[in-house]
């Protein structure tokens, strides 16, 4: 069981970027990854001046940052990803109070999300279909590979899901 939240931001030079989110933390940087981090307290959840913050600090640098969440003990995760500026993708299950759902869903699926979201254990869980609409509609989802907001399915391993995330962008900590 964990919980962590960090800040990534993909960029080669730290110095200037250490000073940027001081506030937030001490910036971690690593050879092996391309991208720098910085590691929050388990109670420091993103405010929208927060998010904001680094749409404008990702225009800025011209890079991808995201913001990464999860706690397994209540299985609850969030994610934000922004690229020079442009929200690419932002995800929250289970984050405000209403435990394993999502809570909303935002920007096109990356690769990382089929791993993380349709696992063997994620499918085991699979919603039992009222009538055949239904059922139809989990079959368009499960080969889409697609998330909605409102829905309980798919269920969402925290751990895995951060996981997933840290091992496809190469983040430190999950290499």
């Known amino acids: 069981m964990g919980t962590l939240f960090a800040i990534h931001v993909r960029a080669p030079e730290s110095a200037t970027l ?6 937030h933390g001490t910036l971690l940087a690593d050879a092996p990854s391309e991208f720098a981090t910085v590691e929050l307290s388990r109670y420091d959840r993103p405010t929208d001046g927060d998010l904001a913050e680094l749409a404008v600090l990702s225009a800025e640098l011209d890079t991808d940052i995201l913001w990464l969440g999860y706690s397994s003990v209540s ?20 984050w405000f109070g209403s435990e394993r759902v999502w809570d909303f869903v935002e920007g096109d699926p990356e690769p ?44 969402v391993d925290a751990l895995v899901s951060a996981r997933m995330v840290g091992e496809y962008f190469g983040l430190l900590g999950w290499v």
Not at 18 to 23: I, M, P, S
Not at 76 to 91: K, N, T
Not at 132 to 148: I, Q, S, T, Y
């Open 18 to 23: 250490a000073g940027r989110l001081a506030h």
């Open 75 to 94: 299985e609850a995760f969030r994610y934000h990803h922004w690229r020079s500026g442009r929200p690419v993708r932002a995800l929250a299950f289970g």
């Open 112 to 155: 990382w999300e089929g791993a993380a979201f349709f696992h063997w254990s994620a499918l085991e869980n699979l919603p039992r279909p009222a009538d055949e609409a239904e059922r139809a509609e989990l079959r368009h989802m499960l080969d889409r590979g697609e998330v909605r907001a409102g829905l309980t399915f798919p269920s």
